[in-house]
């Protein structure tokens, strides 16, 4: 098995609303990612989860907080966004450990900012 | 800094064999990665390069040489199919991955 889920698929929310992404592993992997993707552009990366410790946060302002509750899940807490936050964000995980192994990205939340 | 740099769109007939080139300059780098992205889905995993040479995969190959900061992609015997984004990624040391702008591909009958 080597999928990544995430819920919800689409998400439309106003600029004071609070929501929140969900990613979802069953693979073992130790190491989760956050991913902003705008139109045409590639993925930039926002978070990456280590052993459930933050260890790389990609300059990444405050309305965007991560969590991850345990070594399957990642969430992403949505508070106060902007319109140009609209875009697709995409989880992903991978082993971290060894050096072939490569990412493994979910289908992606597309999110609209109104 | 860091920089990743491919070419924005490429062209090509199905049947045919293409090339999508990447240079980098990251501040570290443990593996260079290509991966397929067809419009409003995710990047799926293609190819892995960490030692300079050729990686074969079926249809796809990648080649890499580190002293030069150098990959491309190879896809022979295209298919329509093949027309989609192809994205350049190298890990930096740790977890980082860095993703050039991408190539999009389109194959014509």
């Known amino acids: 098995d080597t999928e990544v889920t995430q819920t919800p698929k689409h998400l439309v929310m106003g600029m004071t609303n609070k929501k929140s992404l969900k990613c979802e592993q069953h693979m073992g992997h130790r190491a989760m990612y956050w991913y902003k993707q705008k139109a045409k552009k590639p993925p930039e990366l926002m978070f990456v989860?280590?052993?459930?410790?933050?260890?790389i946060n990609e300059s990444v302002p405050s309305r965007f907080s991560p969590e991850c509750p345990n070594s399957s899940l990642l969430n992403l807490h949505l508070h106060a966004l902007q319109p140009e936050d609209s875009a697709l964000y995409l989880c992903?995980?991978?082993?971290?450990?060894?050096?072939?192994?490569?990412?493994?990205f979910g289908p992606g939340t597309r999110l609209l900012v109104l | 800094g860091q920089n990743i740099d491919q070419p924005t769109e490429m062209t090509a007939t199905e049947g045919a064999i293409v090339q999508i080139n990447c240079t980098y300059q990251t501040s570290g780098f443990n593996g260079l990665f290509w991966y397929q992205q067809h419009a409003g889905e995710a990047p799926t995993f293609l190819s892995y390069n960490v030692l300079d040479g050729l990686e074969e995969k079926g249809r796809f190959s990648s080649f890499l040489s580190r002293s030069k900061g150098y990959s491309y992609l190879l896809l022979k015997e295209l298919q329509m199919k093949d027309s989609a984004s192809y994205l350049c990624a190298v890990r930096n040391y740790g977890q980082n991955f860095v993703f050039g702008p991408g190539t999009r591909l389109s194959v014509l009958p």
């Open positions: 989860y280590s052993y459930e410790k933050l260890s």
């Open positions: 992903a995980s991978s082993q971290d450990s060894g050096t072939q192994e490569t990412q493994y």
